[in-house]
């Protein structure tokens, strides 16, 4: 099993920013890939962004609607994934959900972190 912890959620002015963190525990053979995904009330989760574990190694890729303003980062030594999102935006209000893929294997989720943006 991986078990994911995400932190680093909470209220914030439109144009401000917010580092999300979610540490992965567990066994990590095998995982190829971790991603955020959100969630907002009465909408479908949709993928933020995803970073290779298995190669092409810290490939990166994002959602149309975070490119330029949000940043997925990886520090191998603690297995723990960083969302950097910076000029938050109303509409990025969500429940921001880790996720690990594992070859063979379902998917593993973190328990959510909520974000909210004030305008």
């Known amino acids: 099993q991986v078990q994911l912890v995400e932190s680093g959620g909470g209220l914030v002015q439109a144009g401000g920013s917010l580092r999300l963190s979610c540490e992965a525990s567990g066994s990590m053979f095998r995982v190829y890939s971790m991603s955020w995904y959100r969630q907002a009330p009465g909408k479908e989760r949709g993928l933020v962004s995803t970073i290779r574990i298995l190669p092409p190694v810290g490939e990166t890729t994002y959602s149309n609607a975070v490119k330029g303003r949000f940043t997925i980062s990886r520090d191998s030594a603690t297995n723990t994934v960083f969302l950097q999102m910076n000029k938050l935006k109303p509409e990025d209000t969500a429940v921001y959900y880790c996720?690990?893929?594992?070859?063979?294997?379902?998917?593993?989720w973190g328990q959510g972190t909520q974000v909210t943006v004030s305008s």
């Open positions: 996720n690990a893929k594992r070859l063979g294997d379902a998917d593993f």
